[in-house]
């Protein structure tokens, strides 16, 4: 009877001790790959609906595709933070795939009802008649909907469904599976909805999208009493900021290279921070630098050496995160405009297929997948028996860059092929596109390091991947 009551006790203390476990797997690789070709069913084809069906002419229907992925790209670095700092994984998600099934919603009812959208007219005609302000209004409510989607669910899903395990080889594998999920989804999107919206109709294929996403939004919801909630641990840019505002408020102090000399925290963050602050980037140091004015409770004046450390990380990659920004530069390019060169060459394959333009950029994602197989199995192995060493994280970027130029380069002489054909009358084949979406596969996304504590010293490792 004792041992009855001392085991109902111990349940009653800890509530979220059944939580979790591969028993959370089947609602968040389920949601993944509904959320996923609900995405990728209607953000490969964007360029393409705005030209046939609001009558956008194609340099601003790029542009306006080029700000929806430049959002898709950096808002889930926001939701994130919102979901690390304030709210919580789960949270973040319930509420992202409920906003995006409403904006999906609502680009089906554009696609179903005449009034909100123009008039259809043969694209490219001087006659078409250009969308209403109402008609933007709504269509760019409905892109603002589905975008918290991509935003809410692209980190924090990932995060949530790896938070379920406790050891590192099941966060791994789960890792695994969630990759291979996502790249299922992005193509079954970029194929088959695509294909549905080019030859069926863009309201049966934005239909099929609504669909895809409730039924993610339900599975996930049916999970949440075995998921396994994390808990808000504070916005980490705050003590970012307070290394950088206590360092320059101390900018005259005299770095001193005596270890009592430093703050390192209280109680548990006391015991396990670095003795003394690195060498590297020094004027930081005196974040930690103890004064006569500073008091342990005015953390805007004195941190602990440790999170100098972790400000410390932070900044040694800046480098490479504006690096990546420039690159993303010629990808986004290339990319809108191998969707436009796909509209005027010759799509068909045999006389009852015709290639979708959007569906072209289903080439990079099954062509990056066997690029990162053949680097990972053959040339990396490769490369370090050759030269009895791996090539290192920069020497990997650096490939990538070198991608990036040969990309655009044979971009330039496609483009001027299909220049020169249409000057003579002909229309050039699709498939010569073909080979700018292999060169664009192989670019900075194959080559980017596995972890970033390799631009770190050696001491700030426990730092990086704490």
Known sequence: MARSVDTEAMTTRDPSSKRGGWKTFPFMIATLLGLSIASFGWVMNLVVFLIKEFNIKSIAATQNSNIVNGCVSMLPVVAAILADSFFGNIPVISVSAFISLLGIILLTMITSLDHLRPPPCETGSILCESPSKLQLGILYIALALVIIESAGTRFTLASAGANQYEKPKEQGSFFNWYFLTLYTGAITGATAIVYTQEN??????????????????????????????????????????????????????????????????????????????????????????KTEDDSVNNNWRLCSVQEVEDFKAVFRVLPLLLAIIFVSTPMV????????????????????????????????????????????????????????????????????????????????????????TVTNGHSMSVLWLHRDFIDLSGDWNIFLPEHSSDHSDPEDHQVVTK
């Open 200 to 289: 069926a109709s863009w309201k049966l294929g934005f239909g099929l999208c609504a669909v895809a996403n409730l039924i993610s939004f339900i599975v996930f919801v049916s999970g949440k009493r075995y998921y396994k909630h994390d808990k808000p641990m504070g916005s980490p840019f705050t003590n970012l900021i307070r290394v950088v505002v206590a360092a320059t408020r101390k900018r005259k102090a005299v770095i001193s290279s005596r270890e009592e000399d430093y703050h390192h925290g209280l109680g548990r963050e006391g015991k396990t921070s670095s003795a003394m602050p690195s060498k590297s980037f020094r004027f930081f140091n005196r974040a930690a630098l």
């Open 333 to 420: 390019t290339q990319t809108s405009l191998i969707i436009l060169q796909a509209l005027v060459t010759d799509r068909g394959l045999g006389p009852h297929f015709k290639i979708p333009a959007g569906s072209l950029q289903v080439i990079v994602i099954i062509t990056a997948c066997i690029v990162i197989l053949m680097n990972n199995c053959l040339v990396y192995p490769m490369y370090q028996k050759l030269a009895h060493k791996p090539l290192t994280p920069l020497q990997k970027v650096g490939i990538g860059h070198v991608f990036i130029i040969l990309s655009m380069a044979i971009s330039a002489i496609v483009e001027a092929k299909r220049l020169k």
